[in-house]
């Protein structure tokens, strides 16, 4: 009796290991997501440069949060986020009353990807962004991170960057996550230089942040890349993906990679 019952013992911890596993796969939380019929494989070849995983791990992204992505543009992030998270992925793209065909396409292929895949997409709710009209769809005190790649430099061509950072603040819940990814220029670098070159320097998107009302939390170097001097004919858009310089220095560009990033977290005061 003694033998059968620890047999049953250890039969019953072993199929409650493999149901725990099995619910933590399905969570979507710490996975690679690179491998995924899910993934489309040119996002999935860029993750050498932009490391998502460690970056969502780095702004404490869990399965249960509410969180909004500012501009998914094409979806790369969208494809991560709406695979670890359960709760609600608020996707807040271009204005749909845009004048701007660039940003009317975009929207309209981002809604075609979410459309053909509702069983990945199924938490996304579509949102709208505009800083030009100061908009932010998604309710006040509503969400437990805004993340936010790659786009600082937009908003300060247009001079609405500290503008942006107060939307971010209002939507989030007390205590919510700001995450920023932004091309990071050199320490001292001036406004007109960084808003044509696309790189902007790591001490202006605090001072940004910290004016809206944000704490910085902790910054990482997960997204550092020291061979960018960031420096470049055409600024960031010189490198890749977009490769502006055609075939002059192409190798050396594409030795480069994408650019060198700031990864900062922030934090909405009180709980």
């Known amino acids: 009796m003694k033998l059968a019952t620890k047999t049953l013992l250890l039969v019953a911890s072993f199929l409650l290991m493999t149901v725990q596993a099995n619910a933590g796969h399905h969570s979507g939380a710490g996975e690679s997501h690179t491998e995924s019929a899910d993934r489309n494989p040119d996002n999935a070849a860029r993750d050498q440069y932009r490391n998502p995983i460690k970056t969502l791990d780095f702004f404490g992204i869990k399965p249960d949060m509410s969180v909004v992505e500012i501009t998914p543009g094409g979806g790369w992030y969208t494809e991560i986020l709406a695979h670890r998270l359960k709760g609600t992925l608020y996707a807040a793209h271009y204005n749909p009353e845009s004048t701007r065909a660039y940003y009317l396409n975009s929207l309209v ?50 001079k609405n960057d500290g503008r942006s950072f107060e939307l971010f603040f209002k939507t989030l819940k007390p205590g919510g996550v700001l995450g920023v990814v932004e091309h990071r220029a050199a320490p001292g670098t001036d406004h007109a230089t960084m808003i044509k070159s ?65 990864t900062l977290r922030f934090r909405k005061p009180g709980q």
């Open 109 to 158: 292929k981002f809604k075609e990807m979410v459309a053909a895949n509702p069983t990945l997409y199924g938490n996304v709710e579509m949102h709208t962004f505009d800083a030009n009209a100061q908009l932010l769809t998604t309710d006040d005190n509503s969400a437990d991170a805004v993340l936010t790649f790659r786009n600082v430099h937009n908003w300060m061509k247009s």
């Open 198 to 262: 696309g790189y902007v320097t790591q001490e202006y998107v605090i001072a940004l942040a910290e004016s809206a009302g944000f704490v910085l939390e902790a910054s990482s170097e997960v997204n550092a890349n020291p061979a960018d001097t960031a420096d470049h004919p055409k600024g960031v858009w010189s490198l890749l993906p977009n490769m502006a310089m055609g075939d002059v220095d192409r190798d050396r560009y594409l030795a480069i990679g994408e650019s060198d990033r700031m």
